[in-house]
């Protein structure tokens, strides 16, 4: 059997999702480096974007309740600035969650120190940690190390991609160009603790065009609801999840080509999410059809992306509808049982509230993303949602997460 690793890479170079020359869009610049946050690695484990000039944000953060000290900060930096922003520092291997008092200090004195040293503004710096929960960012590492980050703007884009990864496999990276001469760059993280609420990853998407602030926050709460928080790999939600998009207003574009690419950008990134979890061997996609309304398609889709037994059965290739016919169930929607389609990779297995008898199965898990699709007959809204299967190696990974 293929490799995770292959099978993974191999997704994200398919022709929807191929690897590709990406270009920064017009104002920013980016930096990282080896802060020495990972024992006995010389890998990049800090990232720098910086924008030229103060650039319009729009963010989404978790709503956990428990979450870290940059999701605090940076909700209170931007109300300040009123959405301004010029940098955002990203580490990885210590999320700065769950550590009080001393864990939002930590934060306000790297952001601090990045504002003296970058002569800007303390509101327009962010802060944005992954990691472990429940341990403090050793800031002594960080002072020592920031003046050399902040001398090699390398503006490189892979590397960034990798800078910010845990447990990934592969960076995740999306570029789209517009036709007035625009672009959007966005690069993300996210493996583990990946649930629908928020979507627990980070995600920094970094674009040229000129956008009204008010509605750019508003289109891009629509577009992570429609995209990072229709995908799962765990069913866990974590404290650290924040997607960001940086506005540096160079171009001008018609408004509804900008939030299409936009929406391109962030359903690639929530795939590449999705395709990338933790000991995953194949991405699941989710469709429920022809629903009576926007939120049961989608809470149906959910259901199939999350449920546990599913998710065993895939890893298995084993096409057990019966999964499906719970977890839809479980959600008490509307619908009638005696009317539903099912179909894996186009197969039907099920049709009208019951079984098919003589399916052919194998024409089935032949590639690496598994579709399922349930025709609900009851309306007219549906909802794709995303995720993985769970394997042995996911148990691997998380029994000696922090240790």
Not at 31 to 53: A, M, P, R, T, W
Not at 309 to 328: E, T, V
Not at 345 to 363: C, L, W
Request: charged share 25%; aromatic share 10%.
């Amino acid at each position: 059997m293929t490799s995770p690793s292959k099978k993974v890479w191999a997704y994200c170079n398919t022709p929807t999702l191929k690897k590709m020359k990406y270009n920064l869009p017009s104002g920013f610049r980016l930096s990282s480096s080896n802060f020495g946050l990972k024992k006995n690695s010389k890998k990049e484990d800090v990232c720098l974007i910086f924008c030229e000039q103060d650039a319009d944000t729009a963010a989404v953060f978790t709503k956990n309740i428990f979450a870290g000290a940059p999701i605090i900060l940076n909700k209170k930096n931007l109300e300040i600035s009123k959405n301004k922003f010029r940098a955002i520092l990203i580490n990885t291997v210590f999320s700065n969650s769950g550590t009080g008092p001393k864990g939002l200090e930590n934060a306000k004195k790297v952001q601090k120190f990045l504002a003296e040293k970058m002569n800007i503004d303390l509101e327009k710096i962010l802060i944005s940690s992954t990691g472990i929960i429940g341990q403090h960012i050793p800031v002594k590492k960080f002072f020592d190390q920031i003046p050399d980050l902040l001398k090699n703007f390398d503006n490189d884009i892979e590397k960034a991609g990798k800078a910010i990864l845990t447990t990934d496999l592969v960076e995740k990276i999306v570029y789209e160009e517009l036709p007035g001469g625009g672009k959007i760059l966005g690069i993300a993280k996210g493996s583990g603790m990946i649930a629908p609420n928020m979507a627990t990853m980070l995600s920094f998407v970094m674009t040229d065009i000129q956008i009204d602030p008010e509605i750019l926050q508003k289109k891009w709460t629509q577009i992570c609801e429609k995209t990072f928080n229709c995908i799962s790999v765990d069913g866990c939600e974590s404290t650290s999840d924040s997607a960001f998009v940086f506005c540096s207003q160079k171009y001008t574009e018609d408004e509804k080509i900008f939030f299409e690419k936009l929406f391109l950008v962030a359903q690639n990134l929530a795939k590449k999410i999705a395709a990338d979890g933790e000991g995953a061997t194949h991405l699941i996609s989710a469709t429920a059809k022809n629903c009576e309304s926007k939120n049961s398609a989608k809470k149906l889709s959910r259901a199939i992306i999350t449920s546990d037994l599913l998710k065993c059965a895939i890893c298995g290739h084993d096409p057990n509808w019966g999964r499906i016919i719970s977890a839809i169930g479980s959600t008490k929607e509307n619908f009638d049982t005696e009317k539903i389609d099912i179909f894996f990779d186009g197969e039907k297995v099920f049709e009208n509230g019951a079984p098919i008898e003589n399916f052919d199965s194998a024409k089935m898990f032949q590639n690496f993303e598994v579709k399922i699709l349930v025709d609900f007959k009851n309306g007219k809204f549906s909802a794709t949602s995303f995720g993985c299967d769970l394997t042995k190696k996911y148990v691997e990974i998380n029994a000696e997460y922090s240790t």
